[in-house]
């Protein structure tokens, strides 16, 4: 049977963005305020950094218990035996990334809006990444905005997981819980605060604080 995940705080890593802190200072201070899962996104290195990267990661992450998910790249995912594997609407077919990745892996999909959502229902995704919610600077080539009502009008046509990115942060975190996201998916909210791991303990505060 597949493990259940819990993917209440969603930390996607980006190594531009850390503040000059390394990837394993990010994870561990992330992962001790408590980030439930974390994903490896590495848009600029080589395959060999990004195995030696994800392999050093899951060794970390492992031993806290929280699954790594790897971005874009089975291969790499299926090397180091991470947990699973994010993908978008323009990265490899979903079909073919689970029948890569077998049935036990977590898969992940990308959705920008309702029509992806209709389309996805015919897969078996673990979860969607839904968004950008916001308005980001994190990825130039995001989709436009959906905004809280995008993300309710979602919620009502699906039952899987949710987890909403694009600026979400501190101050937005409640009310991204309440419009439906099952969890937040976060780069510059933790990579980028001077404290990690007092911004992964606020972010993990507000999202249970909202659930009540
Ligand atoms: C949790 C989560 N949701 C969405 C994305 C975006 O994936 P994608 O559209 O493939 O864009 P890139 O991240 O590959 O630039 C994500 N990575 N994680
Ligand atoms: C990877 C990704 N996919 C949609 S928005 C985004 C970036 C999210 O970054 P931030 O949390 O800093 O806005
Ligand atoms: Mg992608």
């Known amino acids: 049977m597949k493990k259940s995940i819990d993917y209440s705080l969603y930390l996607v890593t980006d190594r531009p963005l850390s503040l000059g802190r390394s990837l394993m200072e990010v994870m561990e201070k992330a992962a001790a305020g408590g980030t439930t899962i974390v994903q490896l996104r590495e848009k600029e290195c080589d395959s060999r950094t990004f195995v030696e990267l994800a392999r050093a990661a899951k060794k970390l992450l492992d031993a806290k218990g929280v699954p790594l998910i790897i971005n874009d790249r089975a291969d790499i995912a299926l090397a ?3 947990a699973g594997l994010h993908i978008g609407q323009t990265d490899m077919p979903y079909q073919d990334a689970r029948r890569i990745m077998g049935p036990e892996a977590i898969v992940g999909l990308s959705v920008e809006n309702r029509d992806q959502v209709k389309e996805a229902a015919s897969l078996d995704a673990d979860y969607l990444g839904v968004g950008p919610i916001f308005a980001t600077q994190t990825k130039p080539d995001a989709a436009p905005a959906i905004g809280l009502e995008g ?3 979602i919620r009502t046509i699906t039952k899987t997981p949710l987890i909403a990115i694009g600026s979400v942060n501190l101050s ?3 009310e991204v819980i309440r419009a439906g996201a099952d969890g937040l998916a976060v ?3 933790i990579c980028s ?4 791991e007092q911004a992964s303990r606020n972010l993990a505060a ?4 909202a659930r009540q």
Do not use: F, H, M, W
């Open 80 to 82: 180091v035996g991470a």
């Open 151 to 153: 993300l309710a009008e």
């Open 172 to 174: 937005n975190a409640a």
């Open 187 to 189: 780069v510059s909210a």
């Open 193 to 196: 605060q001077p404290d990690i």
């Open 206 to 209: 507000a999202i249970q604080k």
